[in-house]
């Protein structure tokens, strides 16, 4: 499998983890989008598309994501701790929308993300630099998921 394309979206805001936004084309033929480059305390790591997980109220079968604390629909007051637990005996809030199927695969697509950034960055700091267009973008989105990470 290669990479065809990797394109970046610099996140300027220094005070969050997140650092760019990435999608990637797989063998010129699918592309995957919304895949996020995040500052850990180990390094960067680069964290795959996913969703939020949501459950259903018990008074009013309103949808509601598992962190929240009061039904969207009707206000009644929600169960901490809903959903299941990960490995680490932390809830599962989100979901991944597309994955690596094991760690080689994902070490391979983090490289490469993660090696696109750096040249982004690096190309960012040159003079007449024009950041990345994704005409497709759903800003009003971006900024919801980036408040969540
Ligand atoms: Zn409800």
Do not use: W
């Amino acid at each position: 499998m290669e990479l065809t394309e990797i394109r970046i979206k610099l996140i300027r805001d220094k005070a969050d983890k997140l650092r760019a936004f990435a999608s990637i084309t797989i063998d010129q033929t699918l592309v995957i989008r919304d895949l996020k480059i995040i500052e850990g305390a180990h390094g960067l790591f680069v964290a795959m598309p996913s969703r939020k997980l949501c459950d259903r109220c018990p008074s009013c079968s309103g949808k509601n994501h598992l962190r929240s604390r009061f039904c969207n629909d009707c206000g009644g007051k929600l169960r901490e701790m809903r959903g299941r637990m990960d490995e680490r005996g932390r809830p599962r809030l989100y979901a991944d929308i597309a994955h690596p199927i094991n760690q080689e695969a994902r070490d391979f697509v983090q490289g490469r993300v993660v090696e696109a950034y750096q040249t982004e960055k690096a190309r960012s700091m040159e003079a007449g630099y024009v950041a990345t267009t994704f005409d497709d973008l759903d800003y009003e989105y971006y900024d919801q998921v980036e408040a969540d990470v």
